[in-house]
């Protein structure tokens, strides 16, 4: 089994930063991928950011020059800081991550369990 632990989320005025953190553990063999989705009251789920293993980053339109995703192998985390949020950014923001388990031949897809992120005008 692969689980992904969010922390991070909270309540923070418009403008201000807050800094999300992911961490993957289980029977991890290789994570190719790590992002970040969020997912406000009557939307769908949308896609934020990830980056690869190898560093490559891609963005949604709304974040960019305001959200910058990290990564650290070594821990098998995935970072999200958030600067300049505004309250369209409310919303649960959920973990995602490409993984290959041990022993196993293909990838699967994991999330977490998502933190809250409400930011007030």
């Known amino acids: 089994q692969v689980q992904l632990v969010e922390s991070g989320g909270g309540l923070v005025q418009a403008g201000g930063s807050l800094k999300l953190s992911c961490t993957a553990s289980g029977s991890i063999f290789r994570i190719h991928k790590m992002g970040w989705y969020r997912q406000a009251p009557g939307k769908q789920r949308e896609f934020i950011a990830d980056i690869t293993s190898g560093g490559s980053t891609n963005y949604r339109d709304s974040v960019k020059g305001r959200f910058t995703i990290s990564g650290d192998n070594t821990k098998n985390a995935v970072y999200l800081r958030m600067d300049n949020l505004i309250p369209e950014d409310t919303a649960v923001y959920y973990c995602?991550?490409?993984?290959?388990?041990?022993?196993?031949?293909?990838?699967?897809?994991?999330w977490g369990q998502g933190t809250q992120v409400t930011v007030s005008s």
């Open positions: 995602n991550a490409d993984v290959t388990r041990t022993g196993w031949r293909t990838p699967y897809n994991y």
